[in-house]
């Protein structure tokens, strides 16, 4: 008895639920429109609104209940793989300039740190030849000595304690390498 | 003025091919994509590629609007774009090819 009670029943609901969602689904793909042209459209609302009225004339187009919503899921696909791939690609973009703006970062302060580490040496150097008395401040000046080490770092085999005494801030003092010729 | 395809791809021979059929006609977006045999996004891409590089021009439907039916857009390839479309579709398509279970002895073509 109620083997046959089910067998009754459950195609007489099945037929009624296959019957609902072949109904809904032109509603369900005319929901499904505008937001698959706005992802399309990139956040551009007017091609949003052209694409939208667009695609609903297509879907009202396509024969049958069940294909147009298909289609509008097909829409709703390639429009989400389109807005995922602009989104990586301006993730990508954006992470590619922070790490040449971290790179250039790195590079300045290393600069920065020779140029300091010559600076100590350069005072070194002057207190021994003065005999341990302060040097006069304007023979060791870190707005001098930043564009010297650059310079003498791009020069190969110079001393950088003697191009740093040549004191005159404006003027770029001649190179001497090590062996004392200038 | 119009610009050379950067990409050519076999669904952009058949939208070109869709047009270069319907000679004078418009065609909308459904009459497109039934024709290719193409999904709706990927015939979409390709119009916009065709618009913008001006072999295509699209207008409304200028119809009257009936209450709760959308308008159709139409779209059309310019008179400008026409020869460059034949000689694209000359130089790339090739004759159609049947394929067939039949074992090809002695070559394949007969």
Redesign the interface.
């Known amino acids: 008895m109620n083997q046959i009670w089910l067998i009754v029943v459950i195609p007489v609901v099945l037929s009624l639920l296959v019957n609902e969602f072949c109904d809904l689904s032109p509603w369900l793909a005319k929901k499904l429109i505008p937001r698959a042209a706005r992802l399309w459209s990139l956040g551009d609302l007017d091609t949003a609104e052209i694409l939208a009225e667009e695609w609903a004339a297509v879907i009202d187009d396509v024969p049958g209940k069940l294909t147009k919503l298909g289609q509008a899921v097909r829409f709703m696909g390639g429009a989400t793989w389109r807005y995922q791939r602009w989104q990586l690609t301006t993730k990508y973009t954006q992470l590619l300039v922070g790490l040449s703006n971290f790179l250039s970062r790195v590079i300045s302060w290393n600069e920065k740190k020779s140029a300091f580490f010559l600076n100590d040496l350069a005072e070194m150097r002057a207190r021994s030849k003065n005999q341990g008395a302060v040097p006069a401040p304007d023979t060791v000046k870190a707005k001098v000595i930043i564009p010297l080490a650059v310079q003498v770092k791009g020069q190969g085999n110079v001393s950088a304690e003697a191009a740093l005494f040549h004191g005159d801030p404006g003027q770029i003092p001649p190179i001497v390498s090590s062996n004392g010729d200038s | 003025m119009t610009r050379q395809p950067e990409r050519i791809t076999a669904p952009f021979l058949d939208v070109v091919q869709a047009f270069l059929d319907a000679g004078d006609d418009e065609l ?3 009459a497109i ?1 039934s024709t290719t045999g193409r ?4 015939v ?2 390709i119009l916009e590629r065709l618009t913008d590089m001006g072999w295509v021009t699209a207008r409304w ?1 200028d119809r009257p609007a009936e209450p709760n ?5 139409y779209y059309r390839l310019t008179g400008e774009a026409v020869p460059s479309a034949r000689a694209l579709i000359a130089e790339r398509r090739t004759p159609q090819t049947r394929a067939t279970l039949r074992p090809a002895f002695g070559g394949g073509l007969a």
């Open positions: 909308h977006g459904w994509i999904a709706g996004p990927t979409y891409k439907d039916k959308p308008r159709r857009r």
